[in-house]
């Protein structure tokens, strides 16, 4: 009876320590499960901060940089055209000024031209009529002096014949007196013919005088007439010759004005040429910079795509995984084995004879444990899965990131929610035995 006692102390003593080595390694389990989920953010955060120094510009950032390029590149374009309207406009109105100096120029010398023309035709048909109305009234006095003139040379023509006649009759008359014969005149009619010859001749002056007078009076004579009034064109000749050269000086300036206008507006072409030249230069190099930035971000788009395509493949393999395959179910397997064991210890109430003999009866192998016979397989299982939660551990260290908008529902996330699961059924499974 003292042996049986023993062996059964003995049984049971070997059964708490099977218990406890047991409990311990499911302790470290289920810690090793608590801390993975705090090592796999940890592994997240370092994966996701070196994701960033590789490519410290997100996609949000490239877009935005882009969009300031284009914002640039097309404040830059449409200052440019500002500048090459207001440059088109500086232009056309120089031309226009240009123009309307041209026309103003030309309308001008053709006023002045047929100014000209005017006075110029006025003047000689008025020196024509003037001329002809001098000459046709000069014409007329100088007839009707010359009718009187006629008539009177005529006369004195006719009184110095009859003064010869006297003469030659006062010479005769001594003979006449001596033969007899009375004298043909007397002295009183020798005075009176004298006095008819002088009044003759004093006509005569007079009617010269006259014409004279005449004469000064109607210019002196038609060719001194012809002659003023050919002065007279002449001086307003020189009149209007001044004032068409002081037009075409006019016109000259005019010209002037046009060809400092067009040379002003050339450096102005050539300011313009320049901006533009150089404007276009800037818009290319806008073109090369944002071409570069396409480029720059396809390449980052491809090793975000190649980096989303690694992390997919890591979650594959981290659900394929068969470590933690094993591990499950070694833990499903061990909490099985720790659930129905006690289960069948407690449900015998039997003495410790009994309890004795039939350990000794259906332990085969030599094993002692009654009511037992999976204890050395739960050891195995319980080493096993303390190996293989190491060796994840070890694997686990650096873990893939992943974006953070992974649904929480799914992936290696869920896996240490199962576990501490299945761990806290295991402790109340191991408190209902206690």
Do not use: C
């Amino acid at each position: 009876m003292e042996k049986g006692a023993n062996e059964t102390a003995w049984e049971t003593r070997l059964i708490e320590a099977a218990m406890y080595i047991a409990l311990g390694f499911l302790s470290a389990g289920l810690l090793a499960l608590a801390v993975l989920p705090a090592i796999y953010k940890r592994a997240v955060r370092l994966t996701r901060e070196a994701m960033i120094a590789t490519n410290p510009i997100s996609y949000r950032e490239v877009r935005a940089a882009q969009d300031a390029e284009r914002a640039r590149y097309a404040i830059a374009l449409n200052r440019s055209e500002q500048a090459l309207k207001d440059a088109g406009e500086t232009a056309a109105r120089y031309r226009a000024e240009a123009g309307q100096l041209k026309a103003d120029g030309l309308r001008l010398k053709v006023e002045l031209e047929q100014q000209l023309d005017q006075e110029r035709r006025a003047m000689e048909a008025e020196l024509t009529e003037r001329s002809g109305t001098a000459t046709k009234r000069l014409r007329q006095d100088l007839k009707a002096a010359r009718k009187q003139l006629a008539l009177t040379e005529t006369e004195l023509k006719k009184a110095r014949s009859e003064l010869e006649d006297a003469a030659a009759a006062h010479q005769t008359a001594p003979e006449s007196s001596a033969t007899g014969a009375p004298p043909a005149r007397t002295p009183e009619a020798e005075t009176v013919e004298l006095a008819t010859i002088a009044a003759l001749e004093s006509q005569i002056a007079q009617l010269k005088a006259q014409l004279a007078a005449s004469g000064e009076r109607n210019g002196t004579n038609p060719a001194h007439q012809i002659d003023t009034a050919a002065e007279a064109l002449q001086k307003t000749v020189a009149r209007l010759e001044t004032e068409l050269i002081e037009a075409e000086t006019k016109y000259i300036s005019a010209q002037a004005e046009v060809a400092r206008l067009l040379a002003d507006r050339r450096p102005q072409d050539t300011a313009g040429a320049k901006l533009e030249k150089k404007l276009r230069s800037e818009l290319k190099e806008a073109d090369d910079r944002r071409s570069s930035l396409v480029s720059e971000l396809q390449h980052r788009d491809r090793l975000l795509q190649r980096a989303l395509g690694q992390i997919e493949r890591l979650r594959g393999e981290l659900r394929t995984a068969p470590e933690l395959a094993a591990i499950r179910t070694d833990m499903q397997t061990l909490v099985k084995l720790i659930s129905n064991s006690p289960a069948d210890a407690l449900s015998s109430p039997q003495k410790p004879d009994e309890t004795a003999n039939q350990g000794q009866v259906s332990s085969p192998a030599g094993n002692p444990v009654a009511g037992l016979p999976d204890n050395p397989a739960t050891t195995q299982s319980a080493s096993a899965l303390v190996k293989r939660i190491m060796k994840a551990q070890r694997a686990s260290a650096p873990p893939p990131a992943h974006p953070p908008d992974q649904p929480s529902g799914s992936g290696p996330d869920r896996q240490p929610e199962k576990a501490q699961a299945e761990a806290a059924s295991v402790k109340t499974k191991n408190k209902d035995v206690a």
